[in-house]
């Protein structure tokens, strides 16, 4: 079982030991749907969080530039220059995987909100307490996803974060597919190459980031 199912797989059972708990102490089936509800927005919220704390794990690209046999002379160079990126990597990353998360979560609960709100209003009690908690905290979540997914464009900043992060890998895979240190004029040609697509590629990743329109350092 790998992670995300595991992760679905406890969700799923933290949500029914809560239904079932709140159940026994009320017999009231709103608050049992209140208790799963509970559950659900914590699972949503946590993956969310975690890449925005910067908790996703980079791949092992480093590696490719470390272990690399074609660099010759120029490998301390371009072994410092990832050194210098590697930061940058990583915030891609988490960045690409905070608002892929957080778009999902919006398209999956406004899904979920706009099935079950017609079905559960037809059972909707407004003296009951229960039912009026389950029915507010349902909508001012959804609500709130969707505000902020458009808020920071998350879908557009998923998007160009990972275009970004796959553009760098894709250059970095070519570069060393091309380099013979047998030619260093030609070896140092290449290198500097990369270092001007690399820093290409981060232009155009501060332009996702903060929405602006393109320069004309950008070609």
């Given at each position: 079982?790998?992670?995300?199912?595991?992760?679905?797989?406890?969700?799923?059972?933290?949500?029914?030991?809560?239904?079932?708990?709140?159940w026994?102490?009320?017999?009231?089936?709103?608050?049992?749907?209140?208790?799963?509800?509970?559950?659900?927005?914590?699972?949503?919220?946590?993956?969310?969080?975690?890449?925005?704390?910067?908790?996703?794990?980079?791949?092992a690209?480093?590696?490719?530039?470390?272990?690399?046999?074609?660099?010759?002379?120029?490998?301390?160079?371009v072994?410092?220059?990832?050194?210098?990126?590697?930061?940058?990597?990583?915030?891609?990353?988490?960045?690409?995987?905070?608002?892929?998360?957080?778009?999902?979560?919006?398209?999956?609960?406004?899904?979920?909100?706009?099935?079950?709100?017609?079905v559960?209003?037809?059972?909707?009690?407004?003296?009951?307490?229960?039912?009026?908690?389950?029915?507010?905290?349902?909508?001012?979540?959804?609500?709130?996803?969707?505000?902020i997914?458009?808020?920071?464009?998350?879908?557009?900043?998923?998007?160009?974060?990972?275009?970004?992060?796959?553009?760098?890998?894709?250059?970095?895979?070519?570069?060393?597919?091309?380099?013979?240190?047998?030619?260093?004029?030609?070896?140092?040609?290449?290198?500097?190459?990369?270092?001007?697509?690399?820093?290409?590629?981060?232009?155009?990743?501060?332009?996702?980031?903060?929405?602006?329109?393109?320069?004309?350092?950008?070609?």
């Amino acid at each position: 079982m790998n992670p995300k199912q595991a992760f679905a797989a406890y969700t799923a059972s933290a949500a029914v030991v809560a239904a079932t708990a709140a159940w026994y102490f009320t017999s009231n089936p709103w608050a049992a749907g209140l208790g799963a509800l509970g559950v659900a927005i914590g699972a949503t919220a946590v993956p969310v969080l975690q890449a925005m704390l910067h908790r996703v794990h980079l791949d092992a690209a480093p590696t490719w530039l470390q272990d690399s046999k074609n660099l010759g002379a120029e490998r301390d160079r371009v072994v410092e220059h990832y050194g210098r990126l590697k930061g940058t990597l990583v915030y891609w990353k988490n960045e690409a995987a905070a608002h892929h998360r957080l778009y999902q979560a919006s398209v999956i609960w406004s899904l979920l909100s706009g099935v079950l709100i017609p079905v559960l209003v037809q059972f909707y009690d407004e003296s009951d307490a229960w039912s009026k908690g389950f029915m507010t905290i349902l909508t001012t979540w959804t609500g709130f996803l969707v505000a902020i997914t458009h808020t920071f464009k998350s879908e557009h900043r998923y998007q160009g974060m990972r275009q970004q992060e796959s553009d760098y890998y894709d250059l970095a895979r070519t570069f060393l597919d091309q380099v013979e240190p047998d030619d260093p004029t030609e070896l140092a040609r290449l290198v500097d190459r990369y270092f001007e697509d690399t820093a290409r590629i981060r232009r155009m990743a501060r332009r996702v980031e903060t929405g602006t329109p393109p320069s004309g350092l950008d070609r």
